[in-house]
């Protein structure tokens, strides 16, 4: 029998933590694309508004959440956080093992935590449209919500492979009210330079990118929001890992492990960094671990330097860990995850040894998530299975050690718009993908960016 806790209404977080107060190292700064020199605000101001280029920037260790958008949190939030006592007993194991639940969001995933505040500042400034880009469509269909609530246009530019494979995520949006393009598309000049080079290109988000940005630029009423990487969606995202920690005091219980799933940062971001304040602040040795696919193994395989955060280089240059913004990753079901490069302070917090990172490939979540789901009720979205892999091998070696370990880990948001993924896993139709040492070489060898030690 699973425990559910439920924390009243009331305990919606108030603030969101930033975690660039407490790091040792922080961030380095981004950089122009042309004359590699820190960037100041007004590079953002075309793209973003104010309050958010604020936030972007600040070492203010909280952040207020205004009242408007804890409101609306109130919809979903608090989410659930159940014991897996299902998935325990499976796997014989003495961890306990604890998931938080944020496909109960109207749009099924973690992405309306930021969705919604950035939709609020962007209308508080006036602004009349949003573009964005998205990946398998939890971000697209969050931005699509949002925008709906504040009464403006949202322009989704959803990368082809899932533009064809996910069709009811595309429908959410359109329910909505958002107009969603196929990526690339002859929309843009971005997208027209990609299709030029490859007419059957499978697109990528970082591609999706440099459409949604180039389209924000030509207009001063439209402006671009992201749905990972950056330090403000990071930031929106703590509200996850806030909420466990009061639920887990709820329980009588604190984990020695949190896990989530890793694209570009924010849905670990959302439930490590409270956690990580323990670390930092207190001492405390919590191991937070970062989940990728095989595929597109940045933080296993990447390299840590400057590098653009789209395709055709619209954006500033970014620290991160790495593919190379050239890299197309093999168009996996996780659509979330296949993002080339890793946010900036997630990219510092491993290079100075504070976080870990595993990979999957894709075969192996699909059978973590088919068994989470016999065990526990729920069918994971694609992405969440790699958190749920990552689990998994970690409460098999608290067996094979003997050592009771408690492992939290970020149930993203359900896999109800996937099932055709689990029809091609359970017919034997799905195949793994995992990148070769001389895919990645080539890709970072196109790289002229500033190296991370020459700064």
Known sequence: MQKK????????????????ADMPNKPLPPLHPGTHQPIGPEMLMPLFPMELIKQEV??????????????IYKVWRPTPLFRATGLEKALDTPAKIYYKYEGVSPAGSHKPNTAVPQAFYNKQEGVKRITTETGAGQWGSALSFACSLFGMACDVYMVRASYDGKPYRKMMMHTWGANVYASPSERTDAGKQILAQDPKSPGSLGIAISEAVEMALQDEQT???????LNHVLMHQTV?????????????????????????????????FP????????????RCIAAEPASCPKLTRGVFRYDLGDTIGMTPLIPMY??????IPAPIHAGGLRYHGAGAIVSQLLHDGLIEAQSHNQLS????????????????APEANHAIATVIREAQQAKEEGTPKTILFNLCGHGHFDMSA????????????????????????ELDTPLIDAQ
Do not use: M
Request: proline share 4%.
């Open 5 to 20: 806790f439920i924390l009243a209404e009331t305990d919606i977080p108030e603030q969101w933590y930033n975690i660039v």
């Open 58 to 71: 600040t070492t203010d260790r909280w952040v207020g959440i205004p009242d408007e958008v804890r409101e």
């Open 223 to 229: 402006k671009y929001a992201l749905g990972s990487v």
């Open 240 to 272: 996850i890992g806030l909420e466990a920690i009061k639920q887990l005091e709820q329980a009588g219980d604190f984990p020695d492990i949190v896990v989530a799933p890793f694209g570009g940062g924010s849905n670990f971001a959302g439930i490590s």
């Open 275 to 286: 956690f990580l304040r323990y670390n930092l602040a207190e001492g405390k040795q919590i």
């Open 322 to 327: 790495t593919l190379g913004h050239n890299f």
């Open 365 to 380: 979540c699909f059978e973590a998530g088919i068994l989470f789901a016999k065990t526990e009720g729920i069918i994971p």
């Open 422 to 445: 689990y029809e091609q896993y359970l017919s034997g139709k799905l195949v793994d993908h995992e990148v070769t040492q001389e895919e990645i070489l080539a890709s970072l060898a």
